[in-house]
């Protein structure tokens, strides 16, 4: 058996508590056991390999709006929603029939097709900064198309990114902060030459200073200033839209490119995404996530005068065999006609507002360390925080032990975030009132566990 922990361990801590039945994953269990034998960690992609909270991933059956079922038919009420695209939920049906009906007609020409026109004029509507724009096959593609270009748009090398972003796992990204207010990245990746991440200067964030100073130490050679359009991969650290006008200005004033990365915040805070939320106009955006509808999609757009440097236009080389792929495109058309019905966002974000703000009330009301940082239908459960955290040195690694009883504690209850204490939660419109309210009852004792020892 590989348990997802020490049983003993276990019913000492709660000998005062009612024990929650732990949940069968036998079937999970050999198949991860399988797994191991073909993949690295036996996944696909590291943090879906439980390993943060010291177990073993369930593989997954079937979605239905907003639940999953592993493979030994437990039902979870799913918070992760595949890290983000699903804004609608597991296997909705107009999403599927489009599928469908791309499908019937053929999977791929590697020639134009009307449906990447549809996605592009839905993703325009509504962005006024997008212009032109290019498909991918996912956000790592995006992004890394969107620094190759900015470096050939402004003819300078140098990036500048915040500690606390992902921006995916293109080279010259996997850097993080040495010491020092703003210094050269280290590699958080064996294989990314020190070359590389020399060529990518890191701040902290929510700290103007620090982005003036790397611009005084780097006079003209910095391409571009790149950003999450809500930090959302390393807790949820939200900026001030202040800080992002600055931001904004602090560009501009020294001819360097703001690429917002909006991989998770594009069509998740509104059709505008964070450009709309802060109200800057960002010089290159990239998407990914909800733009796909679930199917792997990237984009990256920008003015046209920007985009014009894109081969075959301009210089900049960018290909893909599959890119802009119908089926993906069938899946993303189908999902943004839903978000821009009325008032979409609004009954999103309400819910998921309301839903973030009763669970503080219930930690505040018993004084637990913990804080709930949400915005829109994106939420995270800070652990820990003595205030509102901004920047990722702020986070506690310590407070990552709360977390792993509480995930623990939430599956046994049937409720499935992602395993990792710094990775954000989604609501998605598929959330009913009735099973929030069923998480909510969840979260609650798996709280009170989770603070029991304290
Ligand atoms: C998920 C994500 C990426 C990477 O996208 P993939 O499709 O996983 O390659 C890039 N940037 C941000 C902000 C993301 O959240």
Redesign the pocket.
């Known amino acids: 058996m590989f348990g997802l922990f020490n049983k003993e361990k276990r019913e000492d801590a709660y000998s005062t508590m009612t024990v929650q039945q732990e949940i069968s994953r036998s079937r999970s269990d050999e198949l991860f056991e399988q797994a191991k034998k073909c993949f690295p960690g036996g996944v696909n992609s590291p943090v879906r390999a439980f390993k943060s909270v010291e177990g073993v991933p369930l593989f997954i059956k079937k979605g239905e709006g907003c639940h999953i079922w592993d493979e030994d038919d437990n039902q979870f009420i799913d918070f992760c929603c595949s ?2 695209p699903l804004i609608l939920g597991h296997n909705h049906q107009a999403i599927r029939e489009s599928i469908i009906e791309a499908v019937s007609l053929g999977t791929t020409f590697g020639a134009p097709t009307r449906l990447e026109n549809e996605l592009a004029e839905l993703i325009r509507k509504h962005n006024p900064h997008v212009e032109k724009l290019r498909f991918v096959s ?4 995006a ?1 890394m198309s969107a620094i190759r270009l900015a470096r050939g748009f402004t003819g300078r090398d140098k990036i500048l990114k915040f500690e606390g ?5 293109a080279d010259s990204l996997l850097v993080k902060a040495g010491s020092g207010l703003v210094t050269f990245g280290e590699t958080t990746s064996a294989g990314v030459p020190e070359a590389f991440a020399r060529e990518t200067i890191v701040a902290p964030l929510n700290n103007m200073e620090a982005v003036k100073q790397a611009f005084k130490d780097h006079p003209d050679e910095i391409a571009a200033v790149i950003i ?1 359009g809500i930090p ?2 390393n807790g949820l650290l939200i900026q001030e839209a202040g800080y992002m006008q600055e931001l904004r200005e602090c560009c501009t004033q020294h001819n360097a490119l703001l690429i917002l ?1 909006e ?2 915040t594009g069509f998740r805070l509104g059709m505008d995404g964070a450009a709309g939320y802060y109200d800057i106009r960002p010089d290159l955006v ?1 998407y ?2 909800v733009i796909g509808g679930g199917m ?1 999609v ?1 984009c990256y757009g920008g003015s046209a005068e920007v985009m014009g440097k894109i081969s075959p236009d301009g210089p900049v080389y960018q290909a893909g065999t599959l890119s802009g792929n119908p089926v993906a495109m069938a899946a993303g058309i189908a999902q943004l006609k839903v978000l821009q019905g009325n008032n979409f966002y609004k009954n999103l974000n309400s819910k998921a507002e309301e839903f973030a703000a009763s669970i503080e009330r219930f930690a505040d009301a018993r004084n637990y360390p913990l804080k709930i940082q949400s915005v829109g239908s994106l939420f995270w459960f800070a652990f820990a925080a003595p205030s509102p955290i901004r920047a990722a040195a702020e986070i506690d690694p310590a407070s990552m032990g709360f977390f792993k009883i509480f995930h623990r504690e939430l599956l046994n209850r049937g409720v499935y975030l992602g395993p990792s204490g710094y990775e954000v939660g989604f609501v998605s419109a598929a959330h009913s009132k009735v099973e929030l309210e069923k998480a909510k009852r969840a979260i609650f004792e798996a709280l009170e566990i989770t603070f029991k020892k304290q």
């Open positions: 890290w983000g996912s956000g790592t593609e992004v972003c992902y921006h995916g796992h999450e959302a991969n990365d991989v998770i990239t990914g996530k792997p990237g």
